[in-house]
């Protein structure tokens, strides 16, 4: 306030200067095994440290466009894309056209020298030449698909869908802000904070790839969502209690006497919701995951430079605006946002039921909360793979015709064994008798085809298993528990010596599945304990640290059940554009967990701080509540109602798991809202009365005359 041309200067340089940071920074990506977990992780790490890690493979499918394949034209497209793709430095081997089984389809694959991540690099010089022969050959459908044009093109897709979350996001944020303020100054400045504020963090991120690599673009999409919420929500709380302060004066304090007074007890709430939200963020490290390790330290990031926003360059410029944040009001919003200052009829009428009815409220609002948290006993958990991908991604459809002509060319089972070099004919052996025994197992479908390889120092073997199945299918999981269970230990377990794995496709789904599972339970301990320990210090308070813990897992809960019963069966997929794998992202959970129970906070923290100052002015218990929530009504709702629409912008994102966490968080969200703050949260601090700030103690009541309708409005009041 007393400098503020050198905090909004200082503002703009920083903000500069993070961006061009991350423009110039090329982040550091995560490899290959930073993912890996479990024993199909050290499966993985062996055969890669012998010199036999799983090649990068594109393949190009030739069909016709439509009846029966030319079988000349085929072989000559399929000569010239062979000849074109051996010209290229980075392939490593081109394999000779095989037909499908049907004649009808013609595969070319193309190994690329080094890791999945090296082969994102090559894949557009691969694309280029399947694009001419594609122009040579019109008659024909060449297409290529494979790790890298997969997550090429779902990526561009993603970019595709970000811009498209944020101009349905900075409309409705903006529109929202107007209803609120009725003045475009005031409804410009939270927006333009939180466009800056995102833009900072995602150039601090990118430096923070160098202590937490980066997992992927799902990374900026997650530091864009918390980063308009946030970011605009606590410039909202700021600006609210700004203006309620100088409508409180009735005009006698100047404007920044407002500012500074919105500072002290809007600025402290910012504070400690913002920190409430970054201990819960924080639990994702405790996941020993790369993916929840990136996506932890971006989050972070944006919530620390919101509220750094929020609370220097926002005073700064509040005060250099003073009153001329009001001269753009729109006039025909000007009435509405001037009624909204005062409770009106509507909160009186809401929170009625839980002050003249606090125990029939707080019982049928929590059975419709557990109801709804109901589906979560059926829910069933998996990793995203191919068949979870947007079918638009021309990699993806053409994976999926790929699979079609060629079913061995889908998920595998990867056999590890490492044994004493002079063991190398022993563990062949055993190897082709484990191969012979799963070709003739129906659960491998009767249409494995082994590859074994051996590594030049003879220590290490591999078998790869095709198998017809998708690495998510329930079959997927058979035939490997089968390998795991019967197979392997049958035949190279009985190997003195050797150290065995299974590893591949169908191993690293249900092996991430269970590391999240073991992991859970620590990530929601943490959670718990320091939100609990964080509350009881902001309020010293234990009964308002284990309400805080109570409610936020009911909110929890019910977004849960409201996510199992809309993603894991099908009757939702044509309405939000999804295709339902029959199951719930694995990493989904754990990171929906965290993200809302601090979200949640932010509103707890902002609603009871008011009903605190009330009850710390010697206001009666049930009074302090009716005064606190009516109070903070007004911005808590357009907070939530912004929050609402930055995460439901996010249900249009192609990709399955953002359209997840974008749903579970909307849903949280609006529970927390309209459920918890309306009916739980009030009702039950009622019947707790003056029981809630135990064991601190507050000023004495004072003797106050209730409404006979049970608004709970203040009549008359003196001290006792």
């Excluded at 029966?68 to 051996?86: H, K, T, Y």
């Excluded at 590893?503 to 939100?531: C, I, M, N, S």
Aim: charged share 15%; aromatic share 6%.
């Amino acid at each position: 306030m007393n400098h503020p041309w050198q905090a909004i200067v200082g503002w703009i340089v920083f903000v500069a200067l993070c961006f061009a940071a991350g423009q110039l920074i090329t982040p550091n990506n995560a490899a290959g095994k930073d993912f890996r977990v479990g024993e199909e992780g050290r499966g993985a790490t062996v055969a890669a440290d012998a010199g036999l890690p799983a090649p990068s493979v594109e393949k190009v499918l030739i069909t016709p466009k439509s009846g029966s394949l030319d079988q000349d034209a085929a072989g000559r497209a399929a000569a010239d894309i062979s000849q074109r793709m051996r010209t290229i430095p980075d392939v490593a081997t081109v394999a000779d056209p095989v037909r499908s089984a049907d004649g009808n389809a013609v595969m070319v694959a193309v190994t690329v020298k080094g890791n999945d991540r090296a082969a994102i690099q090559i894949v557009p010089a691969l694309l280029r030449q399947t694009a001419a022969v594609q122009e040579a050959n019109p008659e024909l459908v060449v297409a290529q698909t494979g790790s890298g044009a997969v997550e090429r093109d779902v990526q561009n897709l993603i970019g595709q869908d970000l811009v498209r979350a944020e101009m349905i996001t900075l409309p409705i944020t903006l529109i929202i802000l107007l209803i609120v303020f009725g003045s475009i100054l005031a409804a410009g400045v939270p927006v333009l904070l939180a466009i800056t504020s995102v833009a900072a963090a995602i150039g601090l991120t990118a430096l923070s790839t160098y202590i937490f690599p980066s997992a992927g673009g799902a990374v900026t999409n997650i530091i864009l969502m918390m980063g308009m919420a946030v970011g605009v929500d606590y410039s909202l709380f700021y600006l609210k209690r700004e203006r309620e302060e100088r409508a409180r004066s009735g005009g006698t304090i100047s404007h920044a006497a407002a500012v500074e007074l919105a500072a002290a007890t809007s600025g402290r709430t910012i504070v400690v919701s913002g920190f409430a939200v970054i201990i819960s963020i924080a639990a994702m490290f405790l996941a020993s995951d790369v993916i929840f390790s990136s996506i932890a330290a971006g989050s972070i990031i944006v919530v620390l430079v919101a509220m750094v926003s929020s609370l220097t360059v926002l005073p700064a410029v509040l005060g250099k605006l003073g009153k001329r944040v009001d001269d753009s009001r729109i006039p025909f919003l000007r009435k509405r946002a001037e009624r909204s200052g005062g409770t009106g009829k509507l909160w009186p009428a809401l929170l009625r039921p839980a002050m003249r009815h606090p125990v029939a409220t707080l019982v049928l609002s929590t059975l419709v909360m557990v109801a709804l948290a109901l589906p979560v006993l059926g829910i069933k958990l998996s990793v995203a793979g191919t068949d979870t991908f947007p079918r638009q991604a021309p990699a993806v459809a053409t994976y999926d015709r790929l699979t079609k002509a060629f079913p061995n060319e889908g998920p595998r089972h990867l056999v590890v064994v490492e044994a004493d070099p002079s063991q190398a004919g022993t563990v062949r052996s055993a190897l082709d008798d484990l191969a012979s025994r799963a070709q003739a197992d129906a659960e491998f479908g009767g249409r494995t085809s082994p590859e074994l390889r051996v590594s030049e120092d003879d220590r290490v073997t591999t078998l790869e298993l095709a198998i017809p199945y998708s690495a998510n299918s329930k079959e997927g999981e058979t035939s490997l528990a089968t390998l795991r269970s019967e197979l392997v230990p049958d035949t190279v377990g009985q190997v003195g010596g050797a150290q065995t794995y299974v590893a591949g496709d169908v191993a690293r789904v249900v092996d991430y599945a269970a590391h999240q599972a073991e992991k859970l339970p620590w990530v929601v301990g943490f959670v718990l304990l320091l939100t609990f320990v964080m509350m009881v210090v902001a309020f010293r308070s234990v009964v308002i640290g284990v309400v805080a813990i109570v409610l936020n897992l009911l909110s929890a809960a019910g977004a849960f059940g409201a996510l199992v019963g809309v993603f894991q069966y099908t009757w939702a997929e044509g309405l939000l554009g999804f295709t339902s794998g029959g199951y719930i992202n694995s990493r989904v959970p754990l990171m929906l967990f965290v993200i809302l129970f601090g979200l949640s906070m932010d509103y707890q923290v902002f609603v009871v701080s008011r009903i605190r100052e009330a009850a710390a002015r010697g206001v009666p218990a049930r009074q302090a509540v009716y005064e606190g929530i009516t109070a903070s009504a007004g911005v808590v709702t357009s907070a939530a109602v912004v929050m609402v629409s930055v995460f439901a912008s996010f249900i249009f994102v192609s990709l399955l798991e953002i359209k997840q966490i974008g749903f579970g968080l909307a849903v949280a969200v609006l529970l927390d809202a309209v459920i918890i703050r309306i009916m739980v949260l009030p009702s039950l601090m009622t019947l707790l009365g003056r029981w809630s700030w135990w064991p601190s103690t507050l000023s004495r009541p004072v003797k106050s005359t209730v409404d006979p309708a049970g608004d709970c409005r203040v009549m008359n009041a003196s001290r006792t």
